[in-house]
């Protein structure tokens, strides 16, 4: 299983709206990821803004292309673009996944 984490930056503006926003996440944004092959899948957003993704999936390369090929991601993304900072595209092609240095199992 790979573990991937990955940082973005929430306008400080747009903090309160998008901590709302994925209260409920759509049900069936939800169902894309599982299928798709994102697990144990969580978003930390501190309060300046910097956002701390993390996800366990067996191929993230193929995760996110099986991702970014669903109707509701272009949905999704479409609408969560405007709340980041320093992006050039939609929020899920600006993942650049960090490089772990340490896991202890």
Do not use: I
Not at 19 to 24: A, G, P, V
């Amino acid at each position: 299983m790979q573990r991937v984490c990955f940082l973005l930056k929430v306008r400080p503006e747009r903090l309160a709206e998008y901590r709302e926003r994925h209260r409920e996440v759509w049900p069936e944004m939800r169902e894309a990821l599982s299928s798709t092959g994102w697990h144990n899948y969580s978003l930390f957003l501190r309060d300046d803004g910097l956002l701390v993704g993390y996800l366990e999936t067996d191929d993230f390369e193929a995760a996110r292309k099986a991702m970014a090929e669903t109707e509701v991601n272009a949905r999704w993304q479409a609408e969560m673009a405007p709340f980041f900072e320093d992006l050039d595209g939609r929020p899920d092609e600006g993942m650049a996944p960090l490089t772990e240095v340490f896991h202890l199992d």
